[in-house]
């Protein structure tokens, strides 16, 4: 009887049917596809997305700082002496032309035989605020030879006046000279005095970077007799301050220059690279020898002298501007990896991370910008950025392990955002390796995103 009441009959079973209802204990149909998941997806595609927008901000606060910076070196070293560039020294001969009717004074400008240059560069510290800016002191012992070869190309049909002949010399700021150059012309002391303003064709920007100006020197100018022989030997020193550039003008037949420095962070430019840049311990030496390829040792102006000239720069040590907008491109690998730790850790430990917290997050890695610019200005980029990666891995672990309550997860985000944080400084601080390192390292991301990508359940039964 029991067994007969726990039985349903066939009668009512059918009826069931035909009426579509399901027994309580029957199977539910598979869902193929856990609809939690996707929404949860496209919303951390979303918020990797939102979270970009204050990276062009940060990029800009970056520029504004980079660029007070050079507008500070550059007010430092315009009143310390400029760009410097070392003119002649050649001899100045005035003449007349016999078929001028009235007569008009003209000047030939011979430049020397040889020229050898040899001296000291030091650096000079200046503090500015939070900057210190890398100026240069130069000492230098010229010696320059004329010879009868330096005249050949004069022009013999027109009146020279040998008895006021001078020698011409010139740096782009007299304000850098430390003292009054005296002349030692075959071996009888001169002093020098200044002239009027020559046009040299040089041309800088001014200040609304759009224009160019053309640029112009002093003379410094010495009475000089010249011997019937021609022979002339000059030398003289030269006491220079200057900030950035120190150039040369490659005029005379033969060139030799010897530079010492203590300076190692230095960029050579313009029409000859040097010779040789050899280090001994502390100090460093540069060469430039070479025999000058010019047509003429005789010139009517000087204006096209200064598109040849070459040298050294002075580089100032803040680099962490452009280090710091390097790292600033890779926001979207910070944020996007990040987010997607998160989110492979909230499925697959069946956690609910809320989207206000995966902001937070976003908000912490972006701060991390700013901190790495602000203190980098005081102690330099790396061991900033040590810190402030460092400030920003202990923040959201500390973050992410209120909100999971595992120790275990905590220890995987601190282990992924150390590689990463260490992946992104590796590569800024290579140079020509750095595309190859960035390549090779984004496709082991990849495939360690796809393998953990497998041990999500996609589908739920």
Same mark, same amino acid.
């Given at each position: 009887m029991e067994n007969q009441e726990n039985q349903t009959p066939k009668s009512q079973q059918t009826s069931l049917v035909q009426s579509g209802t399901q027994p309580v204990n029957s199977p539910q149909k598979p869902k193929k596809l856990s609809e939690n998941i996707l929404i949860k997806g496209l919303l951390v595609t979303v918020l990797i997305l939102a979270m970009l927008i204050p990276v062009p901000f940060i990029l800009n606060v970056i520029s504004e700082r980079e660029e007070y910076q050079k507008n500070t070196v550059k007010e430092v070293g315009d009143k310390f002496g400029g760009n410097q560039t070392l003119y002649g020294p050649f001899l100045k001969i005035p003449y007349t032309r016999n078929s001028d009717k009235v007569k008009k004074t003209y000047y030939s400008y011979v430049s020397p035989q040889e020229v050898k240059t040899q001296g000291d560069i030091d650096p000079v510290?200046?503090?500015?605020?939070?900057? #210190? !800016?890398?100026?240069?002191?130069?000492?230098?012992?010229?010696?320059?030879?004329?010879?009868?070869?330096?005249?050949?190309?004069?022009?013999?049909?027109?009146?020279?006046?040998?008895?006021?002949?001078?020698?011409? /010399?010139?740096?782009? #700021?007299? #304000?850098?000279?430390?003292?009054?150059?005296? /002349?030692?012309?075959?071996?009888?002391?001169?002093?020098?005095?200044i002239g009027k303003s020559i046009n040299i064709g040089e041309t800088k920007l001014n200040e609304q970077n759009y224009s160019q100006e053309i640029k112009s020197v002093e003379e410094i100018l010495v009475p000089v007799s010249i011997p019937e022989n021609k022979n002339i030997k000059v030398s003289f020193p030269v006491s220079l301050k200057g900030a950035g550039q120190l150039n040369f003008i490659p005029v005379s037949k033969k060139t030799e220059i010897k530079i010492n420095t203590s300076i190692r962070n230095l960029?050579?430019?313009?029409?000859?690279?040097? #010779?040789?840049?050899?280090?001994?311990?502390?100090?460093?030496?540069?060469?430039?020898?070479?025999?000058?390829?010019?047509?003429?040792? !005789?010139?009517?102006?000087?204006?096209?002298?200064?598109?040849?000239?070459?040298?050294?720069?002075?580089?100032?040590?803040?680099?962490?501007?452009?280090?710091?907008?390097?790292?600033?491109?890779?926001?979207?690998?910070?944020?996007?990896?990040?987010?997607?730790?998160?989110f492979f850790i909230e499925i697959i430990n069946k956690l609910k991370i809320h989207p206000?917290?995966?902001?937070?997050?976003?908000?912490?890695?972006?701060?991390?910008?700013?901190?790495?610019?602000?203190?980098?200005?005081?102690?330099?980029?790396?061991?900033?950025?040590?810190?402030?990666?460092?400030?920003?891995?202990?923040?959201?672990?500390?973050? %992410?392990?209120?909100?999971?309550?595992?120790?275990?997860?905590?220890?995987?985000?601190?282990?992924?955002?150390?590689?990463?944080?260490?992946?992104?400084?590796?590569?800024?601080?290579?140079?020509?390796?750095?595309?190859?390192?960035?390549? %090779?390292?984004?496709?082991?991301?990849?495939a360690l995103l796809m393998y953990f990508s497998r041990k999500i359940e996609w589908k739920t039964e």
């Amino acid at each position: 009887m029991e067994n007969q009441e726990n039985q349903t009959p066939k009668s009512q079973q059918t009826s069931l049917v035909q009426s579509g209802t399901q027994p309580v204990n029957s199977p539910q149909k598979p869902k193929k596809l856990s609809e939690n998941i996707l929404i949860k997806g496209l919303l951390v595609t979303v918020l990797i997305l939102a979270m970009l927008i204050p990276v062009p901000f940060i990029l800009n606060v970056i520029s504004e700082r980079e660029e007070y910076q050079k507008n500070t070196v550059k007010e430092v070293g315009d009143k310390f002496g400029g760009n410097q560039t070392l003119y002649g020294p050649f001899l100045k001969i005035p003449y007349t032309r016999n078929s001028d009717k009235v007569k008009k004074t003209y000047y030939s400008y011979v430049s020397p035989q040889e020229v050898k240059t040899q001296g000291d560069i030091d650096p000079v510290v200046k503090k500015r605020g939070i900057y #210190n !800016v890398i100026l240069y002191h130069a000492k230098l012992n010229n010696e320059v030879e004329f010879t009868s070869a330096s005249f050949e190309q004069l022009d013999q049909d027109v009146e020279y006046n040998w008895n006021s002949a001078e020698l011409l /010399f010139s740096v782009s #700021n007299l #304000n850098g000279l430390d003292d009054d150059i005296n /002349f030692m012309i075959n071996g009888i002391s001169r002093p020098s005095k200044i002239g009027k303003s020559i046009n040299i064709g040089e041309t800088k920007l001014n200040e609304q970077n759009y224009s160019q100006e053309i640029k112009s020197v002093e003379e410094i100018l010495v009475p000089v007799s010249i011997p019937e022989n021609k022979n002339i030997k000059v030398s003289f020193p030269v006491s220079l301050k200057g900030a950035g550039q120190l150039n040369f003008i490659p005029v005379s037949k033969k060139t030799e220059i010897k530079i010492n420095t203590s300076i190692r962070n230095l960029k050579f430019d313009g029409s000859v690279l040097p #010779n040789s840049s050899d280090f001994s311990g502390k100090n460093r030496t540069v060469v430039w020898r070479f025999p000058t390829k010019i047509s003429t040792q !005789v010139w009517d102006d000087l204006s096209g002298l200064a598109g040849n000239k070459f040298g050294m720069e002075v580089m100032q040590s803040h680099d962490e501007y452009e280090k710091t907008n390097r790292v600033a491109k890779y926001a979207i690998l910070f944020i996007g990896l990040t987010f997607i730790t998160f989110f492979f850790i909230e499925i697959i430990n069946k956690l609910k991370i809320h989207p206000i917290q995966y902001v937070l997050v976003g908000l912490a890695l972006s701060i991390f910008y700013l901190l790495l610019l602000s203190i980098s200005e005081y102690i330099g980029f790396n061991k900033s950025y040590i810190i402030s990666a460092l400030a920003t891995i202990l923040l959201i672990c500390w973050f %992410i392990k209120g909100i999971v309550k595992k120790t275990k997860i905590m220890g995987v985000v601190f282990a992924v955002l150390t590689l990463l944080y260490s992946y992104i400084f590796v590569i800024i601080q290579l140079d020509e390796l750095a595309l190859l390192a960035g390549s %090779i390292g984004l496709f082991i991301i990849l495939a360690l995103l796809m393998y953990f990508s497998r041990k999500i359940e996609w589908k739920t039964e």
